[in-house]
């Protein structure tokens, strides 16, 4: 066993139970055998289709935060692969989704990204939607022979698509018989209601354009057997090396270990510049750690943690020892990731390009919890095209830190040479470990779905 997960098994926990149980000690990880996964996946435009037909157009979608409908006329255009979503909400708070879709003959209804409205009209033949969604005008009826008896109202209105909320996000499903939202995430989503996401501001979204499969993007960031070779930063102020993992359902979860050195680095104890910027503050009153050994001050951390929790607006209180200074890291099959400390954290979000195996998406989503009053930042959202920015740290605009904007841009660098040497004659499949077993899940959870063994339709 790791000896960080010695020193923390070794802490004395409080006797109360936690939303979220701790990983330690770990749990078996069920054997779903050794097979390569084939590359075909990441490039066929079948697979491709085959993925929108039993996927995207059969789960929950992560959409948009609740913050970006502020107030009774708020719309919000979200894009997703060859759909378009409009969100809104009425004047009495209702929030509704749509397909984007002019009921006449088929333009994109709303063509501005977000704002405020009573009604959607059309720009090319100028009929009307109030933003209910019922229809508000068609221009010319006498036009159109279809409506001599009256124009058909109901038939007209725009098409809804189903939503719901959790975690301070609005979610969509295309499938009218799908589950609910909450049995659809499940014990992992219970688990993270610890964080009290609901009350998170959205600080900050940015997009990045990779020249990748969507999955590609969806693996880079559910192991963390990476770490020591492509992020030589992260182990020194942190563990990703043998990390614990768990399946549950069609979700997953693992635990990074944050506030200490890997041990995959020599000297673990040495208070060096870059571990001083990353865990050499403290989380009560902003004054440097007590002195010690490097790879302990999770430790510390945590003590500090438990000490003030009932003093504090921070969930600490709802919390496992793990959870108070962890990486709680959480994948929804089969796009979203939420990866949470008590004090804050990020959502990502991987989307397929409309057309093209080749390109995704992917959205970084940066959520402090901050004391209540905090004002909210306006947020621009912006989607930075292949190769730009070469510095993440710029796209952030000073909300995130630099090193681990460089983090993120060592995640992506990978995307369009993977996508390009997993289609060479000289690649058998790609070969997991069991570091990798969350990717070899997900391969699998895919197949399910496509075959049909699988599916997240209610009983
Ligand atoms: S296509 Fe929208 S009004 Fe004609
Ligand atoms: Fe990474």
């Known amino acids: 066993m790791a000896l960080i997960e010695k020193d923390l098994e070794a802490i004395e926990a409080p006797d109360r139970e936690f939303l979220a149980p701790k990983f330690l000690p770990r ?13 075909e996946r990441f490039y066929s ?33 979200y894009e997703f692969g060859r759909e378009s979503f409009l969100f809104t909400k009425d004047k009495n708070s209702v929030v509704r989704g749509f397909y984007n879709v002019c009921q006449h003959r088929g333009n994109i209804l709303c063509q501005s990204p977000s704002g405020a409205a009573d009604s959607f009209t059309c720009p090319f033949h100028g009929w009307e ?11 010319d009826p006498d036009f159109f022979r279809q409506f001599d008896g009256g124009i058909p109202v109901d038939e007209l209105g725009l098409s809804e698509v189903k939503t719901d909320t959790w975690g301070g996000f609005i979610w ?22 610890s964080y009290e996401m609901e009350k998170r501001t959205y600080m900050d979204q940015q997009s990045f354009e990779w020249k990748g499969n969507w999955k590609h993007a969806v693996d880079a960031f559910n192991e963390s057997y ?3 070779s492509l992020h030589p930063d992260m182990v020194e ?31 673990r104890e040495t208070m060096t510049p870059l571990r001083e910027h990353m865990m050499g503050r403290r989380w ?18 945590i003590k500090v943690k438990r000490a003030m929790e009932d003093d504090t607006y921070l969930p600490y209180k709802k919390m496992n020892d793990e959870q108070l200074v962890h990486q709680y890291h959480y994948t929804f099959f089969p796009n979203a990731t939420f990866t949470q400390t008590p004090e804050g954290g990020a959502v990502f979000r991987y989307r397929p390009h409309a057309t093209d195996p080749n390109i995704c998406y992917y959205d970084f989503i940066i959520m402090p919890q901050l004391p209540p009053g905090t004002p909210s930042p306006d947020v621009e959202r912006l989607v930075h095209p292949h190769g730009s920015p070469q510095d993440y740290a710029d796209a952030f605009k000073g909300n995130f830190d630099p ?57």
């Open 129 to 139: 939607w109030n933003i209910d969604g019922t229809l508000k005008d068609v221009a």
């Open 45 to 77: 435009k079948e697979f491709m289709e085959q993925e929108w037909e039993h996927i995207w157009t059969k789960t929950w979608q992560l959409a948009l935060h609740v913050s970006e409908l502020p107030e009774p006329g708020s719309f919000f255009v």
């Open 237 to 267: 102020f942190g563990e990703g090396h043998d990390v614990p993992i768990e399946l549950h359902g069609i979700h997953s979860r693992m635990m990074n270990y944050n506030a200490t050195v890997s041990e995959v680095v020599e000297d």
């Open 27 to 39: 749990k078996p990880i069920p054997d779903l055998g050794l097979e390569r996964i084939e590359a």
């Open 172 to 193: 969509l499903n295309m499938d009218d018989d799908a589950m609910p939202l909450k049995e659809y995430l499940g014990e992992a989503g219970r688990h993270l209601e």
């Open 226 to 228: 990476h770490f020591a």
């Open 403 to 459: 090193i681990l904007a460089n983090v993120l841009r060592q995640d992506g660098s990978n995307m369009e040479t993977i996508q390009r040497g997993i289609k060479s004659k000289g690649f058998k499949g790609m070969l997991l470990c069991d570091q990798e077993i969350r990717l070899r899940h997900f391969h699998q959870t895919i197949d399910k779905f496509i075959s049909g063994e699988l599916n997240a339709r209610k009983p």
């Open 284 to 301: 009560d009153d902003d004054a440097p750690v007590a002195a010690g050994p490097a790879k302990d001050i999770h430790l510390e951390a």
